[in-house]
């Protein structure tokens, strides 16, 4: 793949920070160096064109540079970074891998020839074209996850286009489409990617403060776990100028509170689809959930309050499913919204929305609510089967401080709903919880499984 552009841009910026890696700066004139160190490590490894290498990694210096490299010689890149040996098995069977790169905590690399052979119509147009591929897993809630193929070059061709410099925190994961974007959208623009030792609200903070990062990328429980721990007291945040959430709905209680809190930060909703890729967005304002979404090569509709996206950087398809696309090319994205003039607002996954004697009720709308009671840490709500009303809504909670009588505190938390919410809205059962519930990307889990 002609990734001159990128080359380009690195051999215009040699002494600039590329790259911060356990408090290590790495330039871009390192970059270019360890692209070509890797060029030849490629060639002894035998990895050809077309061959499905999963990198078994997170960010750091080899990890970004092997992966430019490899993406320069057309090859098939699978991210992993789940560390659950079920769900990476399924990794590994479903796409084929034929080439396994770990890279550990130390910045080691071990390359392992499987000795698998990867075929199909998707990887076969791959390389007939002579394009890198890229290989993302959904997250597989209902069972299997979906392997969704991308062309790489339809996703990099927006990155052409120059932006700001930024001194990025990489919050997202490796093999997530957001935290990829976040990893070519710095490094197309000169800026440095930020590493974190761990993904807690200290760590992200104190990692901040230190390297003066001033861009955010994260998701709205993250933006949660910061105002909930108080962090934020014991961090300088001043270099702070940008914090973008997407990945799921925000509650509008958490939104006004960290804008509250911090008035001279840009909130920035941004919206995408591993299927699809990431769309430029515009936010109302800071403390607005409002947004235009969209730009060059994207385009959008509204059918029966669902959201439908038509996109020059769609997936090539699923290598172990049906395709998604209507006949004339839209994806329906499954994300139910109301629209205002140019811009939408999420009210949630479809699937998450739950029917309650046929009256709908949004799960985030309802966490909003709870959220705003003093003594409440975390809440996540959900559906029980019920077989007079066909579904229950449901919430756990998790508690700042316990408290003597957990009847009177659900006493007081339906109360308090009954004020600001409608009677069908308000939770039948609540259970008190010490975990907090979010997976390992950050987002609700409202399946119920927690409590079992």
Not at 69 to 82: F, H, N, W
Not at 287 to 296: A, P, T, Y
Not at 390 to 407: M, N, R, Y
């Amino acid at each position: 793949m002609d990734i001159r552009f990128l080359k380009e841009c690195f051999k215009d910026n040699l002494d600039a920070p590329a790259i911060i890696w356990k408090d290590r700066s790495f330039d871009y004139s390192w970059l270019l160096e360890r692209m070509d160190y890797w060029d030849r490590q490629i060639d002894n490894a035998k990895i050809l064109s077309g061959h499905v290498v999963v990198m078994d990694a997170d960010y750091s210096p080899e990890t970004i540079a092997l992966f430019l490299a490899l993406m320069e010689r057309d090859t098939i890149i699978v991210p992993l970074t789940t560390r659950k040996e079920s769900v990476r098995e399924k990794i590994l069977t479903i796409s084929s891998a034929e080439f396994i790169v770990q890279i550990d905590q130390n910045d080691n690399v071990v390359i392992q020839r499987t000795f698998v052979i990867a075929d199909g119509a998707l990887y076969e147009k791959l390389r007939r074209d002579q394009h890198a591929g890229l290989v993302l897993f959904s997250s597989g809630s209902s069972g299997v996850p979906k392997a969704i193929v991308h062309d790489l070059l339809l996703i990099i061709k927006k990155f052409r286009i120059k932006r700001h410099a930024r001194r990025i925190i990489v919050f997202l994961l490796f093999d997530h489409i957001g935290g990829l974007n976040t990893m070519l959208y710095g490094l197309s623009n000169a800026g440095c990617l930020i590493t974190v030792p761990d993904r807690n609200a200290d760590a992200v903070l104190n990692t901040i403060e230190k390297h003066k990062a001033d861009t955010l990328p994260t998701s709205p429980t993250f933006i949660n776990l910061i105002l909930l721990s108080h962090a934020y007291e014991r961090y300088d945040l001043s270099s702070l100028s940008l914090v973008t959430y997407g990945t799921e709905s925000m509650p509008e209680s958490t939104l006004k509170k960290f804008h509250e809190l911090f008035p001279q930060i840009t909130l920035q909703q941004t919206y995408g689809l591993s299927e699809l890729g990431i769309l430029r967005s515009k936010s109302k304002s800071s403390d607005s959930l409002w947004v235009k979404i969209g730009g060059e090569g994207f385009e959008t509709r509204i059918t029966d309050g669902i959201l439908y996206i038509k996109a020059n950087s769609s997936m090539l398809g699923y290598l172990n499913a049906p395709s998604p696309f209507t006949d004339d090319g839209w994806f329906r994205t499954g994300d139910r919204v109301e629209q205002d003039g140019e811009y939408i607002r999420f009210l949630g996954r479809d699937s998450d929305m739950l029917n309650v004697g046929g009256e709908k009720v949004n799960p985030v709308e309802v966490e909003s609510v709870i959220q705003e009671m003093n003594n409440v840490l975390d809440v996540t709500v959900y559906g029980e089967k019920n077989f007079i009303t066909g579904v229950i809504v449901c919430a756990v909670v998790t508690l700042k401080e316990p408290c003597f009588d957990e009847k009177v505190f659900i006493k007081d938390l339906k109360k308090h709903c009954s004020v600001k919410l409608a009677r069908h809205k308000i939770p039948i059962k609540v259970s008190i919880s010490d975990q907090l519930q979010y997976s390992q990307r950050f987002k609700k889990d409202r399946t119920g499984s927690h409590l079992s």
